[in-house]
């Protein structure tokens, strides 16, 4: 480890090389953060030296993790991993925020030595308890060190992770806060007062205060926090705005605001520099963005189990088949693989309760704090551990729509599962009623969505996403359903059935028209089925689970009726019927058309009754589609 006495005239040294490579980059790119990078610095320059990272372990499994907070001093970062090694420091300063560059202008884990992408600030104590979780639960030995500014601190996430690290022990984790007192508005004490050391200790960690441009301080601090085995520990450095150049110091405006070039050349001459920014531009304008590489998705080890079949004649939510699914492949891989479970004070509700009781030390109870919980669990599942994050859909997908999005951008391997989605939610009424799950997640490119429509596909699906890699969302609702039946009375999602991505199941035939309904609705849409046979009428029934995969074989075979109908309790805005509609206009099928789904906010009352309020009983929607028919 490079935890020996540093030769603080080197980092000195250095640190006036990086602020040179900070001004030249921010400069000839035209934008980017100077100020906050060079207050930065010193604690980049003192931490890379004296972590367990460097450019020949930086991938090893017992690696010490370094989060950037604010990943808005990418400059920072950038020019301190370049002089260490782990790049060519050039290509940094040539193609920082250029199109196709890996150096963008937030950090990006696509950088060697950068481990989770930042720019929403808040986010990065979240990430380093996930990877400090991660090592606590692998037995590993490893460091985990946050780096964050002192604006940031006003996020309220930053609380709850204080909260989560104080509550599961992570004493190895460490927080380093560029105290400059200013954000982009001005000072922080203007812009929103805050109590930052006052507020650590409330919460149970210990507080060093330091200067963050003293080496032999910051050394001090990190070997005292490293070697703390009681509580976790925050660093409050005090730094400047801009150090090292004059005109720079203490002046927010270039927090955010590159220099001009002449300003850029007078700093560079302050620092004794010769202004070479024309070389780098040469090289800039001639960068080509290289191919981006395209991850393989590979089958986990984990022993899935048997088949939990549920007998026809039995009425079960799918959120009990998830559950039952958890815990019996909890009992099947205790002690062979790396299971973490998250749950954000509604376990009994979203029944990862028996979980928690089967493999009660890889249970995580987040608490009321969905935004934390989010992020912590996309960070563990980043370490090879199977995370699972379950929540109500307002909480898992709506509350925390902005976290999901980045674990995406960072590459996760979660599992969300969602209980208590559509109108199905009933009684809690509209603030609970997940209305909007699908329009939301699909905008996320690598959330994979299934929606299974009764106990028995659920139960697959559950084994299914457990062994898989990327992301999925699994939306289910409240209510017990009925087991999915074949035409001749059998279950049809039985023992011989194979869930496959993608794959759209059609329940029943008929030539008058075609029903595509998904999740919950499936059970629903098989009633109106019989109502229109009874009346003479024909019609198709599938099962489109997968929302993010429409197959034009499937969706060829649905519309050779001519008319297709999409029964949801989604809004008919953004759920099912647009996307099914999108796809008929990408491969050029011709058929009619109709949506019924959610207009409106739905009202609080038994199931029925809100269904019934929005026009999507049963009766009322057989009705609606018979009447559109016979014109």
Known sequence: MNRSIANFGNLQELSRICKGDILKMTTLAKSGHPGGSMSSLDLYLALYHYANISKQNFKYINRDRIVISHGHTAPGIYSVLGRFGFFDIDEAIAYFRKAGSIFEGHVEPSVPGIEWATGNLGQGLSAGCGFALAGKQKGLKYNVYVVMGDG???????????????????????????????????????????????????????????????FNQVFSALEKATSNKDVPTAILASTTMGKGISFMENDEQFHGKPLTEPQCEQALEELGFVNDLEKYREVREKFTPSKLKTKKNRKLRINLGGFHKYEKGTKIANRDAFGNALADLARMNKDKVEFAVFDCDLAGSVRTDSFAKENPEKFYQGGIQEHNTAVIAGAMSKDGIITFFSDFGVFGVDETYNQQRLNDINNTNLKLVTTHVGLDVGEDGKTHQCIDYIGVMRNL???????????????????????????????????????????????????????????????????????????????????????????GINVSVWNFSCISEISENDLTAAASTGFIFIYEDHNVNTGLGSIIATKMVDYEIICKLAKFGVTNYGASGINKEVYGMQGLDVQTVAERMEAVLQN
């Open 445 to 535: 490119f690598g959330y994979k969505i299934i929606i299974p429509a009764d106990a028995n596909q659920t139960d697959k699906v559950i084994r299914y996403i457990a062994s898989e890699n990327g992301n999925f969302f699994i939306p289910l609702g409240r209510s017990k359903t009925e087991i999915i039946l074949d035409e001749n009375n059998e279950v049809f999602y039985n023992e011989n059935y194979q869930f496959q991505y993608g794959k759209a199941n059609k329940l029943r035939l008929g030539n008058d028209a075609t029903i595509i309904a998904t999740g919950v609705m499936v059970e629903k849409a098989l009633k109106v089925y019989e109502i229109l046979k009874n009346d």
């Open 152 to 214: 940031e601190q006003q996020k309220g996430q930053i609380s709850e992770a204080r909260r989560f690290a104080k509550k599961y022990g992570l004493n190895n984790i460490t927080v380093l806060i560029d105290y400059n007192k200013l954000q982009i508005s001005g000072k922080i004490i203007d812009v929103m007062p805050q109590n930052i050391k006052e507020n650590y200790i409330s919460d149970g960690w210990e507080v060093l205060e330091i200067n963050g441009h003293n």
